[in-house]
């Protein structure tokens, strides 16, 4: 019974990708772009509401010192915001409680079949415990307004990193392959080897080249601070798509989920070879379609805290 729901589950997924072209997710660089996206679109209230909550974290969590202590109190508020996305990656592997590796992915898996097409592999099942899911107990957490304050601040700051993470196409899915160690997934691209040119012999994986993509591609400029650039990529992210397609789209994390999947089976895997760098081409279509996933990412986490904050 579980193996069958498990392959419905992956089926309902597959079928719910878009028929066109979406470890750490995203570099601390794309967590704070989406949140600053999603800054811009929340309401006052909201925006009041999330700050507060933010500051009634437990003590030991690390949360409350991510609040600036220098700068205007609207942009303090702002940047601690922009900030606190980055939390669950600052206590991973950390030994911390409040360490969940488990939490940033959801393992779809698939391989290539003979006639080059996508195949689920649904005697691998995902865990019971992953993004998705993890993305609807926390909403539901921050929503209830019984709850204690620091339990609803520590369910928003896992929202605002999971929902960037359930946008990075290699946290949605493992391709399986007959190379050994890859029999039950490459682990979201971390087992794809690439070999970084200019750096001697040394290895990096493409997990780790779609996490640092807008590092990659679009550096901090001479002269500009952090919280500039910040707002430089989530700018860039927000024109690659119009808002009004932004609200015809589900605001289901399956659905989300799936359009990740979507894309590590047709692009992030296309033009890839093992022990090379990337070509100029394949980093500009990274980037393009990284872009396009923080902008959804950043609107979708404000629409989904607009309704759990008021």
Do not use: C
Request: no cysteine.
């Amino acid at each position: 019974m579980r193996r069958a729901a498990a392959a419905a589950w992956l089926a309902m997924l597959l079928a719910a990708a878009p028929p066109a072209p979406v470890a750490f997710a995203w570099s601390d660089a794309g967590h704070r772009a989406v949140a600053a996206i999603a800054w811009q679109r929340l309401s006052p209230e909201a925006r009041e509401a999330a700050v507060e909550l933010l500051r009634a974290a437990p003590a030991d969590s690390g949360l409350r010192e991510l609040l600036p202590e220098r700068g205007a109190p609207a942009e303090r508020r702002r940047r601690f915001f922009v900030e606190a996305a980055t939390w669950p990656d600052q206590v991973k592997h950390t030994g911390s409680p409040y360490d969940h590796a488990g939490w940033h992915y959801v393992n779809v898996f698939w391989r290539v079949g003979s006639d080059g097409a996508p195949v689920p592999v649904p005697e691998l099942e995902p865990a019971p415990q992953n993004v998705v899911e993890r993305i609807g107990a926390l909403s539901r957490g921050l929503a209830d307004r019984g709850a204690p304050p620091a339990q609803r601040a520590l369910d928003l700051a896992w929202l605002l990193h999971l929902v960037g993470d359930v946008h990075h196409p290699l946290h949605t899915a493992a391709r399986v392959t007959g190379r050994p160690g890859e029999e039950r997934g490459d682990r979201g691209g971390n087992a794809f080897e690439l070999h970084r040119a200019g750096r001697g012999d040394e290895r990096w994986n493409l997990h780790l080249y779609w996490d640092r993509i807008l590092d990659l591609a679009r550096p901090r400029r001479f002269g500009e601070s952090r919280a500039e650039w910040i707002d430089r990529l989530a700018a860039e992210a927000v024109r690659t798509e119009g808002v009004e397609d932004f609200e015809l789209r589900s605001k289901n994390p399956r659905s989300w989920a799936a359009e990740g999947v979507h894309l590590a089976q047709t692009e992030v895997y296309r033009g890839a070879e093992r022990l090379r760098e990337p070509t100029d081409e394949y980093r500009q279509r990274a980037l393009v379609h990284s872009r396009a996933a923080l902008a959804r990412a950043g609107h979708r986490l404000a629409d989904l805290l607009e309704k759990s904050l008021k």
